[in-house]
């Protein structure tokens, strides 16, 4: 938009009023002049209704602007002081068509309510539109608000680029009332005005409060405003059981330096970019119990510098970037919501950190579950439930995105991978279920190292590194044993297990035993050469350590209860053992060596090693002979002596 094109728009007197209003920094002698210079072009009335009721309403022709200066009013009263059809027409008894701007002075009030209004209609015709500004009070109750093109005799729509001006409502920056808007219609608000840095300027939007601490939206309807509510440098705003629909931009956007909002029980769809944002320098928001869908941009968005924030029990699906996202904004918490079927679950990016996101299921997101990147660190994902995810269920992207926990969440049956690193180091996964993913359970590529994944459970879970610059590091803490495929040996130390997997060892599969391993001292390292299953009734492992005089202590479960078993070491038996009523042995190996062969299995001669069997068989052979040839003598014997008898 050129210069030119600014000061045409800025000269408009729907334009000049609120920019003046909202320059608090003007002493307010200045703002209360303007259009009071001749009053040969205004009519002032005073209507006295009692010494608390007594209201002022005067009209000023320059900016063709109602004011209300005292007191309290209505649109009746307005229409009957001024007198003038041309500029408050009643259609009917209750419909009404505004054709000049009302501002409502400081400590006065405006009511527009059901008493006199159903319907009150803002002329917003051919490039002239005007406004409803309130310094003071605005009360506005079960009625509807809208604009009007009296061309068409219709609400009036904005064009392709936005910009045809659309009456608005706005509380300015030294407005010292509140706006209330409760069981009402407020829609066809609002349109886009740049100012001369390219920024598109808030006053003009549709809803608008640059003041008005403690107002109150409640059980309305919003459709086809530019942006359904704006907020900046204001606090402590009420904004439930709200429907917020068809919003060109925003839905709801509180920004910059609002505080303590709560924003609970709406339904926003259909917005031209996000849902919901808070912007800029927020703190202290509650966003709580809404639905948020079918939105442009993000469903639910904290962006740039908020702060001290509580996202619970929201509902946002459908929306075609993220059901939630967290842009440069740290210690929120994001908890308890339902995010289905959007491109990515919750995005989490732009140096956020401190952040804490529990509890959410995550449903169906076309690209990733949770997605972390761009040096946002230190921050807690916890009780997550990720489902269905077509390409990851968790994506940790970037080297400066470090720090991160995240602790027992459940990915599952996504298309693609589980966790998926990316340049990422230097995070700690915690007791995370990862099962049941089509293509990998844990993927990394691109120099991800030194990501711990600790006291997880591993059932046939597949890991893959892609390159030779990253890692898997895998801890226990209970020093429990888990397999490879791949015959990769795990270290036990004193307090835990630590199995590490490199590039050469890609597409491994790994599964967490029912065995742990304790050395005395140093450590040592244990590789599993076959488990006990019903095929070979044995566990098979070596076990090697750095100095001789290291015991280790081993409980090793998945037997018969309390049956006998033997353990042979370096292919002597070494002791037998009963499993006790889990099926689990416990003894502690401390005969010495460095490289030591364990079998433990059943007591039966198919468990001895070959050599004794080869002993078994030379003293079996000619003892059953011997044995056989002592019967047969006998019976011999036995046979005489009875003919004997018979003789």
């Known amino acids: 938009m050129s210069v030119a094109h600014i000061l045409a728009a800025f000269l408009q007197p729907y334009v000049v009023i609120p920019l003046l209003l909202s320059l608090s920094f003007l002493p307010s002698s200045i703002i209360l002049a303007f259009g009071d210079e001749s009053m040969n072009n205004t009519v002032s009335e005073m209507v006295d209704k009692g010494h608390d009721n007594a209201s002022c309403i005067l009209y ?26 041309s500029l408050l027409a009643r259609e009917s008894s209750r419909i009404w068509f505004l054709n000049a701007n009302i501002l409502v002075m400081n400590g006065a009030t405006l009511f527009i309510n059901s008493t006199d209004t159903d319907w009150l209609k803002v002329n917003s015709t051919g490039g002239t539109a005007y406004s409803i500004v309130s310094m003071g009070n605005l009360i506005i109750d079960n009625t509807k608000i809208t604009s009007w093109n009296s061309t068409s005799n219709s609400e009036t729509l904005l064009d392709s680029d936005e910009t045809t001006p659309r009456a608005y409502l706005l509380v300015p920056s030294n407005g010292t009332g509140q706006l209330n808007i409760t069981n009402s219609n407020i829609s066809y608000l609002g349109y886009l005005v740049f100012d001369e840095f390219g920024d598109d300027v808030g006053f003009f939007t549709g809803i608008a409060y640059y003041a008005g601490d403690g107002s109150v939206i409640n059980n309305n309807t919003i459709s086809y405003n530019y942006r359904g509510f704006y ?199 915690i007791d995370n279920d990862v099962y049941g993913n089509a293509n990998y359970e844990y993927y990394l590529r691109n120099g991800s190292i030194n990501n711990p994944i600790v006291d997880t459970i591993y059932r046939d879970t597949d890991i893959t590194i892609l390159d030779n610059s990253s890692n898997f590091i895998s801890v226990n803490n209970e020093n429990l044993i888990t397999s490879a495929s791949k015959l990769v040996p795990i270290t036990v130390y004193d307090k835990n297990s630590t199995l590490a ?147």
């Open 231 to 429: 907020a900046a440098n204001v606090s402590d705003i009420t904004f439930a059981n709200n429907r917020v629909d068809n919003s060109y931009q925003y839905g709801y956007d509180p920004h910059t330096g609002a505080a303590r909002m709560k924003i609970y029980n709406n339904i926003i769809y259909n917005s031209g970019s996000h849902g919901i944002i808070c912007s800029k320098l927020c703190t202290e928001f509650l966003v709580y119990n809404n639905t948020s869908f079918n939105n442009t941009g993000h469903g639910i968005m904290l962006d740039q510098l908020v702060e001290n924030s509580t996202v619970s029990a929201n509902i946002a699906y459908d929306n075609k970037y993220s059901g939630i996202a967290i842009w440069n904004s740290s210690k929120n918490d994001v908890e308890n919501n339902l995010i289905d079927n959007n491109t990515f679950g919750i995005i989490i990016t732009r140096n956020s950190h401190d952040n804490e996101v529990k509890e959410n299921i995550i449903r169906t997101s076309k690209e990733a579950g949770i997605f972390i990147y761009d040096n946002s660190t230190r921050n807690l994902f916890e009780n997550n439930t990720v489902l269905n995810s077509d390409n990851s269920g968790i994506y940790i992207r970037d080297e400066q995105t470090a720090n991160n926990r995240f602790f027992k969440n459940t990915v599952s049956q996504g298309s693609g991978s589980g966790f998926t690193f990316l340049n990422a180091s230097g995070n700690i996964l």
């Open 60 to 85: 000023d022709k320059p900016t063709k602007t109602i004011k209300i200066c005292g007191g309290k009013a209505s649109l009746n009263q307005i229409a009957s002081t001024i007198n003038n059809s």
């Open 501 to 647: 997997i490199y590039s050469a060892h890609r597409n491994i599969i790994l599964d967490l035993l029912p065995m742990s391993a304790i050395p005395s001292s140093d450590f040592a390292g244990i590789l599993i050469k076959s488990t006990f299953t019903n095929t070979t009734n044995q566990w098979r492992w070596t076990e090697t350590v750095p100095v001789e005089s290291i015991s280790t202590k081993y409980v090793v479960g998945g037997f018969e209860p309390n049956k006998l078993f033997a353990v042979s070491v370096n292919g002597l038996i070494w002791t037998t053992v009963n499993s006790n009523s889990t099926g689990h042995i416990t003894f502690t190996y401390e005969r010495g060596g460095l490289h030591r062969e364990f079998v433990v299995g059943e007591w039966t001669m198919i468990f001895w090693p070959p050599s004794l069997k080869t002993m078994a068989i030379i003293v079996m052979i000619p003892g059953g002979a011997l044995i056989l040839f002592v019967a047969i003598i006998l019976k011999r014997r036995r046979k005489k002596h009875a003919e004997r008898i018979i003789d």
